[in-house]
């Protein structure tokens, strides 16, 4: 199944394109440590998106300046007007104080070249998310308004290396990072448990926080990343595929009574919440229903 | 007193306009010149603006270090401290300027750089007594129990002096030596008229001498008021007395009079504002801090405890209202914005069943609320605690005012905020029953005591130190005990003055029964001497109590005293096996280790480190009995008590969990997941109300799965039998996770 999400009217992307590069390691701890994030996130993806042309990784010698200007013409080419695009930087950086500088062999790639590249591809909307040091360098650079920026530091001079990605790429198989309970981890969920992690590690050990995750732009929250076990099966079954399309529907309609929810008076809010959420217990109880004998929501 | 960070900032503060109040002058302080004296004489007898234009001429035509003295006499700090450089560049080999110099920035709160230059002038004449008793000087301020060596040392080297004797009397009259304190106040006088030298510092400090026996406004205080009728420092002098022996009241009144009779005394206005914030006068105590700002802007002490003030909106204050009387309001709780949600209800019952314990135990009702401040950060809590002797302060209490750090300005392990808050709430009953004339000593005891009756896993563990201190005889006779508080000799002496201090407590409960505690703090109440009232209450000396506590504490920890080395060895052998992880290996050292030593619960306990090698050896069972054990000794690190608390849910131990998670509330409550467990465990025993408030504590700390805490929540509504309330936190659950299926299936429960 192409990962596609609907939500109300607004609808989202037909399919999402995910571009991974892996940066330099310096040292073989960090190289170890980067290979096994892009390998744990593109293992995710896959298995999410379940068409693997949609997942691009870059590592080694295939991730310098040269190939991944390819991979974004390739991009460029093939995508199309509805489609979404996800490139996750996995790595070192440096800001030398006019700009962000992603580490790879060869020359580095700069955060304006990367903007470069971003603007030339058909994409709805555009997720990208940085995991090295200095990455908060490249937020103003790649602000647009169908673009959401995850970086792991708030600007250019956290220069120390980070702890963002190895919880981001946690949390692609973390039930404790779906915290809408859909079996499902978004970009969004993805950042915040990240985020999270990050502040506790530095409390933990009553160290000073040299990182500070960033999220720029609006709906992280509809770029999905994993599927967790339950919400992969279900997927995969054509029996519940039916229902599952209600239950996003529904999700949407839920999501924009949230939105109104200011305006209305509290009671009439709570009242219009619980008879969707009773759809809701219904289609879940359905869905349970097809998929094995318990008949509960 | 640990003190770093915002509170060490406005120290390093170039120098600048001070005020010329304590200007420190006099032959034994360095040598002040003919022409400077004659200013001197008119300053000193009040004659302000006269002196001032006698010292303006010397700063337009004397020599560079007599220019500096004018400037310094003038207010004119920056110019003085210009002037003292030129001076020294000049005449580099002359310790006198190097002193005077290191008495300028004394005056500028900057002790370490005038104990450098008072250093380095002793490296050009390691006899020479201006810098000796500058560095005693530097030392007495903080407490140091060296000053003393230096004053002596100074003495020997020139009997013929004042301020020797001066440094003398204060250190005394601070510890509570008032006999010595007298003698050496003698001495000073009689140099004084010998020499013909101005009297004022030794009338302050005989003021202050009478003032501690009982009369307040004495002859001494006359005689100073006669001999400069603006000397306010004598009545500051005084209050200096009051605040450390914790009578902030009456420091107030004196501190007071200070400033009336000299509106300019900055350090008065500094230390009043200081005193009134300890009393909770909030408001009153910033317009005197603000007066002292504005005359001494570069103050650590006013610009901190300002800078604190300002910050009061990161904090709300709540009230408590007594259950008895709901008119009346009881405890006052101001804690940091972020985490009032999750320790409020912590704090309040520790609290109230303090309060309740204590009112009935000591048979004395508080006549005023109690107001508990938690500080998440230290340097804040050093600022609103600073002035006070002792070092690595948890938390302290100004009478009805308890100020303490919070559990998150810690790291985990390294603070019981139970126990800090149990032992200050002891305070602010042996301070308020006795109108603040409890020796420290007692108070200390006290609240160890305390501490140790609460809970058995609570009050500090006994240390190495302590049991070395023992064995050797080391701990301090009964009657100057004070000392190792106000004045110790090495920089442990304080924490086993603390332990020893309890330890008393324990030994006459013991041996004559709690109540005796109680009639001591009666007596103390009375104003009564320490030996006096242990005369009184026991019939024994202080002398003869010695002896018997002495044989109480070698009965209590003479078998660890002498197990002390076999302890270190085999826990060395345990601790490389485990290195190894050659876990049977590690078995036996362990248990020697703890057999040898069984109460030291602190880091590289054999407890943990045997509960670890037995677990990996398969016996889980022992290995918990072992972490139990850890645990009712006073164990604490978080994480160790964690794994014993899920052990025992894994053994089917449920209750024995709850008491070990329970514990950890008290210890490090920044743990989300400790309050899931206890809410969980809460559920399954019936205890819904205790699981609705757990429930509560997760989604006060703002969880990232904000779904399943209301939902918790909810569940523990609907046993309550509350279904609104269930409703209410269920959508609040679906609204964030719309396909939470046991969410959902709670709600086709109580849907309206």
């Known amino acids: 199944m192409v990962a596609c999400l609907t939500f109300g009217n607004d609808r989202l992307p037909a399919a999402t394109h995910f571009l991974l590069v892996e940066g330099l390691g310096g040292t073989q701890q960090y190289a170890e440590r980067f290979r096994n994030q892009v390998e744990r996130m593109s293992e995710a993806l896959r298995s999410t998106v379940g068409d693997e042309r949609l997942v691009t990784v870059l590592a080694g010698g295939n991730a310098t300046s040269a190939g991944i200007g390819t991979a974004f013409e390739r991009l460029a080419t093939s995508m199309q007007p509805g489609d979404a695009l996800a490139v996750l930087l996995v790595g070192h950086g440096t800001h030398d104080g006019s700009g962000y500088k992603f580490n790879i062999p060869g020359p580095d790639i700069s955060g304006s070249q990367l903007k470069h590249w971003l603007d030339g591809v058909p994409a709805a909307r555009q997720l990208v998310v940085s995991t090295t040091s200095s990455s908060g360098g490249m937020l103003e650079a790649l602000k647009a308004p169908h673009r959401v920026v995850i970086t792991a530091t708030k600007s250019g001079r956290e220069r120390n290396a980070t702890i963002f990605g190895e919880f981001f790429a946690e949390a692609f198989g973390e039930a404790g990072a779906d915290t809408n309970r859909n079996e499902a981890i978004s970009a969004l969920e993805a950042f915040q448990y990240a985020e999270r992690k990050v502040k506790g590690h530095y409390a933990d050990r009553q160290r000073l926080a040299t990182e500070h995750p960033q999220l720029q732009g609006d709906r992280a929250d509809a770029f999905l990343l994993a599927r967790l076990a339950e919400g992969a099966a279900l997927a995969e079954s054509e029996d519940t595929r039916a229902l599952l399309e209600q239950r996003e529907g529904l999700e949407g309609r839920i999501a924009e009574l949230t939105l109104r929810k200011d305006s209305m008076e509290p009671s009439e809010y709570l009242e219009a919440l619980e008879e969707l959420l009773l759809d809701m217990a219904e289609i879940q109880r359905q869905i349970s229903e097809a998929t094995e004998a318990d008949p509960t929501p | ?360 135990k000591y048979d004395f009702a508080l006549k005023e609320p109690v107001r508990i401040e938690l500080y998440p950060n230290h340097d804040d809590f050093a600022v609103r605690t600073m002035a006070m ?177 076999r302890w270190r060895e085999s826990l060395k052998e345990a601790l490389e096996a485990a290195r190894g992880r050659d876990w049977p290996a590690a078995v036996e050292p362990a248990r020697r280790a703890k057999a040898a030593y069984p109460q030291h619960v602190g880091s590289g306990s054999a407890y943990v480190l045997l509960a670890r090698a037995l677990d990996e050896g398969g016996d889980r069972a022992a290995a918990i009995e072992e972490l139990l054990e850890y645990e009712r000794r006073g164990g604490r690190m978080p994480e160790t008590l964690k794994k014993l608390g899920r052990w025992l849910e894994e053994a089917g131990r449920a209750d024995a969990a709850v008491h070990t998670y329970e514990g950890l509330i008290y210890n490090w409550p920044q743990d989300e997941d400790l309050h899931a467990r206890l809410g969980e465990l809460y559920l399954g025993s019936g205890r819904t109300e205790a699981a609705k408030q757990a429930f509560d504590a997760v989604l006060a700390m703002d969880p990232l799965d904000r779904a399943t805490a209301e939902y918790n929540l909810a569940r523990a509504y609907v046993k309550l039998g509350n279904l609104a309330r269930a409703r209410e936190h269920v959508l609040q659950a679906l609204e964030r996770a719309p396909t939470f299926r046991p969410a959902l299936q709670l709600l086709l429960q109580v849907q309206r």
């Open chain 2, 389 to 565: 002797p002792g070092i690595g302060l948890l938390g302290v209490t100004f009478g009805y005012v308890v100020a303490m750090d919070s559990p998150s300005g810690r790291e985990p392990g390294g603070f019981h905020w139970g126990t800090t808050l149990w032992h200050e709430l002891a305070h602010v009953f042996t301070l308020e029953a006795t109108d603040h004339l409890v020796p420290r000593w007692y108070s200390e005891g006290i609240s160890m005591y305390e501490e140790w009756m609460a809970d058995p896993r609570w009050g500090e563990s006994i240390g190495p130190e302590y049991v070395e201190a023992v064995r050797k005889g080391d701990l301090l006779p009964l009657a100057e005990l004070d000392r190792g508080f106000i004045r110790p000799k090495h920089p442990g002496q304080v924490a086993i003055s603390y332990m020893q201090a309890g330890f008393v407590c324990r030994f006459i409960a013991d041996r004559w029964g709690e109540p005796k505690l109680v009639d001591l703090l009666r007596g103390f109440a009375q104003d009564k001497t320490t030996p006096a009232n242990l005369k009184a209450v026991l019939g024994m000396s202080t002398d003869e109590i010695d002896e018997h506590f002495e044989e109480y504490m070698l009965e209590v920890l003479g078998p660890a005293a002498d197990g002390l080395p």
């Open chain 2, 1 to 360: 007193m640990t003190l770093s960070g915002a509170w060490l900032r406005a120290a390093s503060i170039a120098l600048a306009a001070a005020p010329v109040a304590l200007a420190a002058r006099g032959d034994e302080r360095g040598v002040r010149d003919t022409d400077l004296r004659a200013c001197d004489a008119m300053h000193d007898r009040g004659n302000v603006a006269e002196a001032a234009s006698c010292y303006r001429g010397i700063a337009r035509r004397g020599n560079a270090g007599a220019q500096a003295e004018a400037y310094w006499m003038l207010g004119d700090l920056k110019a003085a401290n210009d002037n003292f450089r030129e001076a020294v560049r000049l005449d580099p080999e002359d310790p006198e300027l190097r002193v005077r110099w290191g008495y300028l920035y004394l005056e500028s709160h900057q002790d370490s750089e005038a104990a450098n230059l008072f250093q380095e002038a002793l490296e050009l004449d390691e006899e020479h007594v201006p810098a000796l008793l500058g560095m005693a000087t530097v030392l007495a301020s903080r407490f140091e129990g060296k000053a003393a060596d230096l004053v002596e040392q100074a003495l020997e080297e020139r009997p013929d002096q004042v301020l020797g004797h001066l440094l003398t009397a204060r250190m005394a009259l601070e510890e509570g030596d008032l006999s010595s304190g007298r003698e050496a106040l003698k001495q000073a006088l009689s140099r004084v008229r010998e020499l013909g030298t101005v009297p004022l510092e030794t009338y302050a400090l005989l003021a202050s001498l009478e003032m501690l026996e009982g009369t307040r406004d004495n002859e001494w205080v006359t005689k100073a008021l006669e001999y400069n009728q603006r000397y306010g420092q004598v009545y500051a002098e005084q209050a200096h007395f009051y605040v450390i022996t914790r009578r902030y009241r009456e420091a107030t009144e004196r501190l007071r009079k200070a400033v009336r009779t000299a509106p300019n005394l900055w350090r008065a206005h500094a230390e009043l504002g200081v005193n009134l914030l300890r009393e909770g006068r909030e408001r009153e105590g910033r317009e005197h801090l603000e007066i002292a700002y504005g005359g001494d802007p570069y103050s650590a002490k006013t610009v901190n405890t300002l800078r604190l003030l300002d910050s009061s909106d990161q904090f709300e204050t709540f009230e408590d209202r007594d259950p008895a009387d709901p008119g009346k309001v009881s405890a006052l709780f101001k804690l940091d914005k972020d985490e009032s949600a999750l320790l409020l209800p912590f704090v309040r019952s520790l609290t109230r069943r303090a309060v309740a314990e204590f009112s009935r």
